[in-house]
C-alpha cells in the first residue's frame, strides 16, 4: 500500500507540473507527459478482483506470498492482498473450496487428491509450483544413538550422506521386540512429507502401512506408525516423546537442533532430487471467473520466486520471514536452511545450496508429471483403492495443473522486461524420465503403471 501511495504522489506532482507547463509547450511539455505515462504503466490486465486473501501456513517456503507482498510485486499487479496464517492444512483447504480464502500455500497433495477421489473433493487449480526441496527427516536424541552405529562414516569420522533407513530397521525391530509401536509424524495424509516418508522407508524394506477405502488411518500392516501433527507442532510433540521422528518442511527441522532435541537425518533432497514441494492453489470457479486476477497473482509470484532466489536476497528473505505475521521463527533458525546450509547432528553443518529452491531448475512451472508423480504415490498406497487405467493420469493432472497460465503471465514478464525469454521452459509439460531417488528407481510420467509396478511394497496395477 505504501508503494502504491508514492507512485500515486508522484503521478499527481507530475500531473501538477504538468499543468504548470501546459502553456510552454515543446521539449519540455513532451518528455513530462512521457514521463507521467511512464509512471502510470500496467500490466494492461483488467482486474476483475483487486483485493484478495490468500492463506499459508508458517513454513519457510511460504516465502513467495511474503515477498510478494513485501516486495510490492502484487501491487505492482493492481492487486490488494492480505496474507494470512492457517492453523492447519485441512483448514487451508476447507477455506479455499468454501470461497474464504482466494487463494492459498498449498501442499501439493491437497488439490490433486480433491480432483482424484480421496478426501474433500472440489475442483482446484495449480497455476503455479513453490518451491523445490525444502523438507527432512528428523528423529528423537534417542533414536539417533541408536541408528549412528548402523550409518557409514567418512575418514573424519562424520556421517556418510544420505543416510537411508536401513540404519533405523534395527531400531524399529528392538521397539517391536519390546512390544512398543515406532511411531513418526507426517502433516497430512496427502502431504509431500507422507510420501517422502513412505518412500525412505519401504525404500529400505520397512512398510509405511497402506490405506484402504474403509480405513483412511494409513496403518494397516504397518512396522512404523504414522500419524498426522502440524508443522509447528513438529518439535513439541517429539519432545514429548509422542512420536520418535517426522518429516516436516522448515524451519521445524532446524528447529530441533537448535533444541537440541532431535537430529535431522536426511533431506527430501536426497529421497527425490529437485523435487517439487508446495504449490499456490485457486478453485477453478475463481480462476474462470477472475482469468486477469489469476494471470496477475501469477506474475507477482513468479517474481517473488526470481527474487528469492538471488543469493545477495536470501539474508533479507530470512529477516522478512522471521516477523511473526509469517513464519515466527528464530532468524538463526531460518538462516541454517534459507543460506545454502542444513545442520544435521549439532555442528555438523553442511553445504546444500539447492536446499531452498524458488526459481531455477524452472521450480515456478507446474509440470504434469510432477502432479503424476503424487498420483503415483496416492495409487501405491491406497489412497486411491481400485487401479486406474494410464490414461487417467495424464487426463486427472491437466484439468489441476495449469502451466497455460503460468505461460500467459511468464510471457507477460519477459514483455515487461522482469524475466529473460530463457525463463520459459520449452516443453510439453512433461521432464524427463529421471533416476534421481533414494533406491535409483526410473520415474517415466508417462508410464505410471510401470513405475507404480516396480516397487516390492505398495499396490500393483496391470
Request: net charge neutral; proline share 6%.
Amino acid at each position: 500500500m505504501k508503494k502504491m501511495k508514492t507512485i500515486l504522489n508522484k503521478t499527481l506532482s507530475l500531473i501538477a507540473v504538468a499543468m504548470l507547463l501546459n502553456s510552454c509547450g515543446g521539449k519540455e511539455k513532451k518528455e513530462v507527459k512521457e514521463t507521467v505515462k511512464e509512471e502510470v504503466k500496467t500490466s494492461g490486465l483488467e482486474i476483475e478482483k483487486p483485493q484478495l486473501t490468500f492463506g499459508f501456513i508458517k513454513l519457510t517456503d511460504m516465502a513467495p506470498l511474503a515477498i510478494a507482498k513485501e516486495k510490492g510485486y502484487f501491487e505492482d499487479e493492481g492487486l490488494f492482498v492480505s496474507v494470512e496464517a492457517q492453523s492447519n492444512w485441512k483448514n487451508v483447504l476447507d477455506r479455499v473450496i468454501d470461497g474464504q480464502l482466494d487463494g492459498s500455500h498449498m501442499l501439493a497433495g491437497q488439490p490433486i487428491a480433491a480432483g482424484a477421489g480421496f478426501g474433500r473433493q472440489a475442483e482446484l487449480v495449480t497455476t503455479f509450483s513453490m518451491d523445490l526441496n525444502g523438507n527432512g527427516i528428523t528423529v528423537s536424541n534417542d533414536v539417533w544413538s541408536k541408528m549412528k552405529p548402523n550409518v557409514p562414516k567418512d575418514e573424519g569420522g562424520k556421517p556418510v550422506h544420505p543416510i537411508k533407513a536401513e540404519a533405523l530397521k534395527p531400531v524399529i525391530d528392538e521397539y517391536k521386540k519390546s512390544g512398543r509401536a515406532f511411531k513418526m509424524g507426517m502433516v497430512f495424509p496427502v502431504s509431500t512429507h507422507n510420501y517422502e516418508i513412505r518412500y525412505w522407508l519401504a525404500a529400505a524394506g520397512i512398510h509405511p502401512g497402506m490405506y484402504t477405502a474403509e480405513n483412511v488411518q494409513g496403518q494397516i500392516d504397518a512396522e512404523v506408525l504414522l500419524s498426522v501433527t502440524p508443522p509447528p507442532q513438529m518439535p513439541a510433540t517429539l519432545e514429548s516423546g509422542t512420536i520418535y521422528g517426522y518429516c516436516v518442511g522448515e524451519p521445524w527441522n532446524q528447529q530441533a537442533v537448535f533444541k537440541g532435541i532431535g537430529v535431522p537425518v536426511t533431506t527430501n533432497y536426497d529421497i527425490w532430487k529437485n523435487n517439487p514441494e508446495k504449490v499456490f492453489v485457486m478453485t477453478k470457479k475463481f480462476i474462470e471467473e477472475n482469468p486477469n486476477t489469476a494471470t496477475a497473482v501469477t506474475k507477482a509470484l513468479i517474481r517473488a520466486g526470481k527474487w528469492l532466489d538471488q543469493p545477495e536476497n536470501r539474508a533479507e528473505a530470512v529477516k522478512i520471514l522471521s516477523k511473526p505475521q509469517y513464519v515466527g521463527a528464530p532468524e538463526s533458525v531460518l538462516a541454517n536452511s534459507m543460506t545454502g546450509t542444513f545442520e544435521f547432528e549439532k555442528g555438523d553443518k553442511r553445504q546444500m545450496p539447492d536446499f531452498n529452491v524458488f526459481y531455477k531448475y524452472h521450480a515456478t512451472y507446474p509440470f504434469y508429471s510432477d502432479g503424476i508423480w503424487f498420483l503415483t504415490q496416492m495409487r501405491r498406497w491406497g489412497q486411491i483403492p481400485e487401479s486406474k487405467p494410464a490414461d487417467w493420469y495424464s487426463e486427472t493432472i491437466q484439468k489441476i495443473y495449469r502451466p497455460d497460465i503460468w505461460k500467459k503471465a511468464a510471457e507477460l514478464l519477459v514483455k515487461e522486461g522482469k524475466i529473460p525469454a530463457e525463463d520459459i521452459p520449452q516443453t510439453d509439460g512433461y521432464k524427463p524420465a529421471t533416476t534421481d531417488f533414494i533406491d535409483g528407481k526410473k520415474f517415466d510420467a508417462k508410464d505410471p503403471l510401470g513405475y507404480i509396478n516396480s516397487f516390492s511394497i505398495g499396490n500393483k496395477d496391470k
